[in-house]
């Protein structure tokens, strides 16, 4: 098995691609070992001492540094993904925990259901595939006076570029397709 590695705009995260789906559908993010209780993959990385986050997406898993160098973790980390894949184990304890979609979290005024759809839209199709492509994600959170709300995850969260992202590259192009967007903030 050989698994590539991607430098990522977060210093404090490299991106693993294993050449295999890691999660078919959705995503998931896990900030502690104590999250990673339900991914026999993401406990097994977190046994590493200096790991503080574990993402994953449908080809890659970022994984998120202390203040080590990667030069001593990443080979530990290669060697957990590798055996976790030959093992033959589930990345995820439960098919249920398999998606992180938690619509229950999102909020927005009901007369402001077409203007959400079309920011889901141009999240889903022009954000979200770029974000990936850095080894994290953006989703929607919500929408109020002219605010939109946005997760952070993966190699985004905690990313010295990423108010330059949000602010410059998610804002300018959600202003230009939905007049009524004034600004954009993570939470």
């Known amino acids: 098995m ?5 430098a990522t705009p977060n210093p404090a995260t490299l991106k693993f691609l294993p050449g295999k789906v890691v999660m078919e559908n959705g995503t998931a993010d896990f900030r502690s070992a104590d999250d990673a209780e339900i991914s026999p993959l993401a406990s097994r990385i977190f046994d590493i001492p ?3 986050g574990v993402y994953f997406g449908y080809d890659f898993i970022s994984v ?3 203040d080590q160098e990667w ?7 290669l060697g957990s993904i590798m055996e976790h894949f030959m093992s033959g184990k589930p990345v995820m304890s439960s098919p249920s925990s398999t998606e992180e979609t938690d619509i229950d979290g999102e909020f927005f005024d009901a007369g402001d ?3 959400v759809l079309t920011i889901k839209e ?3 199709t022009r954000v979200r595939p ?3 492509q850095d080894g994290g994600d953006i989703t929607f959170r919500g929408f109020k006076d002219g605010k939109v709300y946005l997760n952070m995850k993966g190699s985004c969260a905690g990313c010295p570029s990423s108010t330059a992202t949000l602010k410059h590259g998610v804002q300018n192009l959600l202003r ?3 007049p009524e967007v004034l600004e954009v903030e993570a939470v």
């Open 176 to 178: 230009h397709f939905v």
């Open 64 to 66: 998120s540094k202390e």
């Open 2 to 6: 050989f698994i590539q590695t991607e």
């Open 71 to 77: 030069q001593h973790l990443k080979p530990a980390i």
């Open 130 to 132: 770029a974000v990936a």
């Open 113 to 115: 259901e077409s203007i």
């Open 122 to 124: 141009l999240l889903e």
């Open 50 to 52: 200096g790991v503080s």
